[in-house]
């Protein structure tokens, strides 16, 4: 069952048309690139994935059903997971606390209000088992208010990971990381579970390239290209729309 199919999808907000005619599927832990210039209509795309707009037009599937209609919400109870261009954290609460409230997110617990979460040791123990396989430990009880961005940006996945997603949208996570800081998320993103599938929107085309078997090029909200990187990368098409058909190519062939 494929965890995502997208079928003649279509956006528009006015008389704007942003998205059109926009065809995609993904395969179990199948790792995708979405690539394309400022304005290509990508975090669009992600915000009609996941329920946050409607669609113009189109259809969309996840898991093997139809998502018409689903708010946000039970998209995610499906097993979507989403991360955001710009962080989506609790800034007052602690790295633990984010993930605690993570964690049972997707539990039948969330609707008792009366029982602190902290109360149920599994949840703990979930939240816990994040923090030290993701290397947060040490930063466990700290603001997330207080980390820095690139820090914030690592709490944020593993966040959508505490949910258990079998689809993830990654928006940009390597957006206003210093280099080193795109090292420790890029090698976050490597070492996902392989079941789970992932859908990146990447500037940085090293990392698109690097963590990502297929690539697919949006360009005025339509798909202009799709295929492994190196047909990509020599399709004179994607060439001119970045750059003079330069610049984002240059390194690393």
Avoid at 89 to 101: K, P, R, S
Wanted: aromatic fraction near 6%.
């Amino acid at each position: 069952m494929r965890p995502l199919e997208i079928a003649h999808l279509a956006k528009s907000f006015g008389g704007l048309q942003v998205l059109q005619d926009v065809c995609l599927a993904l395969e179990p832990g199948e790792r995708r690139a979405l690539i394309g210039p400022n304005g290509a209509g990508k975090t669009t795309l992600f915000n009609v994935i996941s329920g946050v707009l409607a669609p113009s037009a189109g259809s969309i599937r996840l898991f093997g059903r139809d998502a018409a209609g689903l708010p946000v919400h039970r998209r995610s109870l499906l097993g979507l997971g989403r991360t955001y261009q710009v962080t989506n954290l609790f800034a007052d609460l602690t790295v633990f606390e984010n993930l605690l409230l993570g964690v049972q997110a997707v539990e039948p617990s969330r609707f008792a209000v009366h029982r602190p979460a902290r109360t149920y040791r599994h949840l703990v123990a979930r939240a816990e088992a994040l923090l030290r396989d993701w290397g947060l430990w040490d930063a466990r009880d700290a603001l997330v208010r207080e980390l820095s961005y690139g820090v914030q940006r690592q709490v944020e996945i593993v966040l959508a990971l505490a949910r258990g997603p079998r689809l993830l949208l990654l928006d940009e996570p390597m957006a206003g990381l210093s280099p080193g800081e795109r090292v420790t998320v890029s090698g976050m993103i490597r070492r996902l579970d392989g079941a789970i599938a992932l859908l990146l929107i990447e500037h940085d085309m090293d990392v698109a390239f690097e963590v990502a078997g297929t690539i697919t090029v949006l360009h005025e909200g339509e798909v202009l290209a799709e295929g492994e990187a190196a047909a990509i990368k020599g399709d004179a098409r994607v060439r001119e729309i970045y750059l003079g058909a330069e610049g984002m190519f240059r390194k690393g062939g």
